[in-house]
């Protein structure tokens, strides 16, 4: 069925790196632009980054820019978030998320936690 | 940036009753560009509007949109205890691109 499916969340030290993944399945991947979305715990939802559906273009948040990295292999039907330089601010519930028009998100993964603690 | 802010930040309902849930944008902003999720505990946001009133696939009509410029409105009919979720707004705007609302937690019980 169509899905979206992340992993490699995980407990991580401040300043290390973290590489997501979010494998998709049920529609044609490379046909639509794909997000990361977070939510820390308790709190609202908060836009990462997005990649064109061919990988040709990549915007990110202030926040996060040079230290991830959003990417994709269509030939794997996988989207991918390197997370460097992590802060404690990171820690959220990441999720990846379909691009609709460039405007919204109708396609939504459940999430992986990453946590940054010493 | 535009700030979306939602109010109120928590509504308690009965069965039956009508929400209407409110976010309003700090400037102008296409109605095109305006979309509502919902998200019910432990569980990913589904879209549930786009801009600001057509509905999502397998939405039902118990939920419509409307609102213009910098006020936008989510109305929920006959409610549902499965209607018991956070509802957020959002908008795409120049940067940081995509923006959301601080959510309404609506309560039915």
């Known amino acids: 069925q169509v899905q979206l499916v992340e992993s490699g969340g995980g407990v991580v030290q401040p300043g290390r790196s973290l590489s997501l993944s979010c494998a998709a399945s049920g529609f044609t991947f490379s046909n639509y632009g794909m997000h990361w979305v977070r939510q820390a715990p308790g709190k609202g939802l908060e836009w990462v980054a997005v990649i064109f559906y ?65 | 940036e535009v700030v979306l802010t939602q109010s109120p930040g928590t509504l308690s309902f009965s069965p039956g009753e009508r929400a209407t849930l409110s976010c309003r944008a700090s400037q102008s902003v296409s109605s095109s560009n305006l979309a509502w999720y919902q998200q019910k505990p432990g569980q990913a946001p589904r879209l ?40 957020y707004c959002q908008n795409y705007v120049r940067s940081p691109l995509y923006t959301f609302g601080q959510g309404t937690k609506l309560e039915i019980k």
């Open chain 2, 48 to 87: 549930l509007m786009y801009g600001a009133s057509s509905r999502a696939t397998g939405i039902p009509d118990r939920f419509s949109g409307s609102g213009s410029g910098t006020d936008f409105t989510l109305t929920i009919s006959r409610l549902e205890p499965e209607d018991s979720a956070v509802y």
């Open chain 1, 54 to 118: 061919d990988g040709s273009r990549n915007y990110y948040r202030d926040s996060v820019k040079g230290r991830f990295t959003i990417s994709r292999d269509n030939s794997q039907n996988t989207l991918y978030l390197q997370m460097n330089s992590l802060r404690a601010e990171d820690t959220a519930v990441y999720y990846c998320a379909r691009d609709i028009a460039s405007l919204y998100f109708d396609l939504w993964g459940r999430g992986t936690l990453v946590t940054v603690s010493p």
